[in-house]
């Protein structure tokens, strides 16, 4: 027993290593071009809109190429892709910076902030000019029924049922602290900010927590009830950036820094608002408020329209890599190491076991232990959670396709004098071919699907569409990320038939 198990271990690190090796090897470079200024957002509407403002003044005002990493997520990601370097820097609130990331027990001023961000090499600049705070809204209707206006008169309606995003919940300056302020009993369900306004406008929910600056507060004639006990700190848009920046990008840094103080709330509204309600994208709305220009809300843009957008042919290649290079992957390394247990039942149980129970991690923490464990974000932890979720059918598939083999042909190889090596390349393989090529198709279609994580954390693909369809609540333009993963599941399904059907034919002639 204790055999076994050394063996399983050793195994299992094998292949863990082989994961990150070859994930390493296929995935493209991290190191970035030392001319590219990097430029991360958070997943909601006004850090797609400030990240593509910021990216188009950078270029403006610069030789500095800029690379738009949008819709990393939360704030913990986006701060750790800042930390590792893969962004040089992405816009942020005081608030957050103080409570959330510095974690200090009471707001501070800006420049105590920076005091304490320097010894970490960040810094805080160029605040944008306009305050987006938190706030709890409802529905303005049944705000005027039950009297209620304020955080405290809500405390009174314990019948109301809150829908709060998962990230407000989890924050230092979110529900716990303010559930204890102001003493409120509700058991808040946990939903994606985007979904809420929809939640709320259907009755689903009664209250939800909204940015002060959400186009929807107005469209949808919600209540922002009033923190009567100031327990929201100021939330004042700055950028959060390297301090190696300045010297780094020193005309494209002069230029940032001639954004201070020229977006207010009313215009972060306007612009949030074209976004949301009429979906027009996140570059024009930039580029429209750096001109200077007045823009009405324009018409929304169909399915078609998003469909076929400008960034199709770029989230297909990025897509097509990461379902490639992971199957590639877990075929280099699932295929020999399901061979080498294959003889070996017990062992071969556990190994397959242990590749099963990999498939029970959710995608999204699998993704934050990886991101956490190599200190990056983007394409490597993409294809290494890629990867692991592939091993099990092609495992499977070619434990499968060797124990089929006849007892018959084995022992005639052995009579003859076959060594293992030639016994395995010359009978074992080419008859288990057509399982393990199952295996692996149907590891290709899930990873299809799957591969729409990576878009959580900058590695691209159609899952971009889909993350900024859910920020922006937009079903359009989901449906034009879920379109393309899907006609492209169904290519797979066509490759695969084809090259199964070629080497029947192939075997067909041969036996004749």
């Known amino acids: 027993m204790e055999t076994l198990a050394g063996t399983l271990v050793r195994l299992i690190a094998h292949a863990v290593r082989l994961v990150v090796l070859v994930c390493g090897c296929l995935a493209p470079t991290a190191a970035h071009a030392d001319d590219t200024l990097r430029i991360g957002s958070k997943r909601f509407t006004e850090a797609y809109i400030l990240a593509q403002v910021l990216a188009q003044t950078a270029e ?60 970490l090499g960040f810094g805080i600049a160029v605040p944008l000019g306009f305050n987006n705070g938190y706030a709890l809204a409802m529905r303005g209707a049944d705000a005027d029924r039950l009297g209620i206006k304020s955080l405290s008169d809500l405390a009174r309606h314990s019948e109301l049922k809150l829908g709060l995003s998962n990230e407000f919940i989890g924050r230092a ?89 020229t977006i207010d709330e009313r215009a972060m509204i306007a612009m949030n608002a074209r976004a949301e309600i009429k979906g027009v994208p996140f570059e024009q709305i930039a580029r429209d408020h750096l001109a200077g220009e007045a823009k009405t809300m324009g018409e929304r843009r169909g399915v078609w329209a998003k469909l076929v957008g400008p960034d ?101 190889a052995r009579a003859l004098g076959l060594s293992n090596g030639l016994r395995l390349r010359l009978i074992e393989l080419p008859l ?46 989901l449906l034009a990320g879920a379109l393309p993963a899907a006609l492209m599941a169904v290519a797979c399904e066509l490759l695969f038939e084809g090259f199964e059907a070629a080497i029947r034919r192939r075997r067909g002639i041969e036996a004749k």
């Open 173 to 261: 300056d979110g529900w716990r602290g303010l559930a204890q302020r102001y003493e409120l009993p509700h058991k808040p369900v946990g939903l994606d900010h985007g979904i809420a306004f929809d939640a709320i406008a259907k009755g689903q929910i009664d209250v939800t927590d909204i940015y002060t600056t959400d186009a929807q507060i107005e469209k949808m004639s919600l209540r922002v009830l009033a923190d009567d006990r100031g327990y929201f700190p100021r939330y004042e848009a700055v950028l959060l950036y390297r301090l190696d920046v300045p010297t780094r990008f020193p005309l494209a840094w002069k230029a940032l820094q001639t954004l201070a103080g």
């Open 60 to 119: 403006a005002g610069s030789k500095s190429k800029t690379e738009v990493k949008a819709g990393l997520g939360n704030t913990a990601i986006v701060y750790e892709a800042l930390r590792s370097g893969a962004i040089d820097l992405y816009p942020e609130y005081t608030g957050t910076i103080d409570l959330e990331i510095l974690k200090n027990p009471a707001p501070t001023s800006i420049e105590a902030m920076t005091r304490q961000l320097a010894p």
């Open 312 to 412: 199709l042919g770029r989230l297909t290649l990025q897509h097509l890599w990461l379902v490639a290079a992971s199957v590639a992957a877990a075929a280099l390394i699932g295929i020999p190491l399901a061979l080498l247990v294959a003889p070996y039942p017990r062992v071969r149980v556990s190994v397959l076991g242990a590749t099963g129970l990999l498939q029970t991690i959710p995608s999204l923490a699998l993704l934050a232990a990886l991101i956490s464990w190599l200190g990056i974000i983007g394409t490597v932890p993409a294809l290494i959670a890629l990867t692991l979720y592939a091993l099990l059918p092609i495992m499977r598939n070619t434990c499968t396709g060797v124990a089929e083999i006849s007892t018959g042909l084995i022992d005639a």
């Open 432 to 477: 288990a071919l057509p399982t393990i090529i199952a295996g692996v198709r149907t590891a290709a279609v899930i990873a299809v699907g799957t591969a729409t994580i990576a878009a959580f954390i900058g590695a691209g693909g159609y899952g971009e569409r889909i993350v900024t369809g859910l920020a922006l609540n937009d079903g359009a333009l």
